[in-house]
């Protein structure tokens, strides 16, 4: 990821530091993430247990009214019931304006040891090339189309050998993918950028032109994204799943939620068809 200044630094938590602001960005859509982010157990498990030690860190900071560490504000952060609406599409505080840093490398340096399930680059570049089962692949159409009700790929975010902000799937660097409007969806995320977080998210078309696309839009589906993953470390790339059913016909896309990756690059066309 190409170091740049973000505008807007965003996410459920700001952690308001000497000098300047550091923020962690992370949002749910149709429920709770914590159970769908980097193999997490919720609120009790190794991943709530993972966040405290690193908020610790910053006890006595600011993070948008909350304390920085606790199973509460693990649980608030996470987008549970009592979250702010601005988590989910509504309007961004002012409080949050204003920083330099770049959201997706202090993301990926946070929960770069984060809990969760891995794998290794070698696996990665065979996931990342192998066509999904159930699937037609159109390369010179740089297409994937899903004819069942129960389909499933992998997705590689910014891996060598492909443009720094974009997804590779089946070999393709973001190709359009249409599936059935009734199938269960689940699409394990690989992060394999050296140097910074990444997700993916299914969203209302359009969403990515938005720097900030976690927050000016909730995901198109219930359980439709995984906000991001921490950078590879030698123990592996961390790997996320997100599951939904496509209830709705329609032409949506793609995307990396972590702040302008969408709009540099990391989107692709996501169809649903009756």
């Known amino acids: 990821m190409s170091r740049r200044h973000t505008a807007v630094f965003i996410g459920a938590v700001a952690l308001v530091l000497a000098g300047g602001g550091i923020g962690v960005a992370i949002a749910a859509g149709g429920g709770s993430s914590s159970s769908r982010m980097m193999g997490s157990e919720g609120s009790d498990g190794s991943m709530s247990s993972y966040y405290q030690s690193?908020?610790?860190?910053?006890?006595?900071?600011?993070?948008?009214?909350?304390?920085s560490t606790g199973s509460d504000s693990y649980d608030w952060m996470m987008g549970g019931t009592?979250?702010?609406?601005?988590?989910?599409?509504?309007?961004?505080?002012?409080?949050?304006?204003?920083?330099?840093?770049?959201?997706?490398?202090?993301?990926?340096?946070?929960?770069?040891?984060?809990?969760?399930?891995?794998v290794s680059s070698a696996e990665a570049t065979r996931l990342g090339h192998d066509v999904p089962s159930g699937a037609t692949v159109d390369r010179e159409g740089d297409r994937i189309s899903f004819s069942g009700m129960s389909d499933h790929f992998v997705v590689l975010a910014s891996p060598p050998g492909s443009p720094k902000e974009s997804f590779r799937i089946a070999g393709m660097t973001n190709p359009t993918i249409t599936v059935k409007s009734g199938a269960l969806i689940s699409i394990e995320v690989v992060n394999a950028d050296s140097d910074a977080a990444h997700g993916l998210a299914i969203a209302a078309d359009g969403s990515a032109s938005s720097q900030t696309p976690m927050l000016t839009a909730a995901p198109a589906f219930s359980g439709a994204a995984v906000w991001f993953l921490g950078n590879p470390t030698s123990a592996g790339m961390h790997t996320g799943t997100l599951t939904f059913t496509a209830t709705k016909s329609g032409t949506y896309q793609y995307l990396c939620p972590v702040p302008d990756q969408a709009r540099d690059g990391m989107v692709g066309t996501f169809a649903v068809t009756s």
């Open 54 to 67: 690193i908020m610790s860190n910053y006890e006595g900071r600011s993070m948008m009214g909350r304390g």
């Open 82 to 118: 009592n979250a702010p609406g601005w988590m989910s599409g509504g309007s961004l505080p002012e409080t949050i304006m204003g920083t330099s840093i770049d959201a997706g490398e202090v993301m990926g340096r946070l929960f770069a040891d984060a809990p969760g399930p891995r």
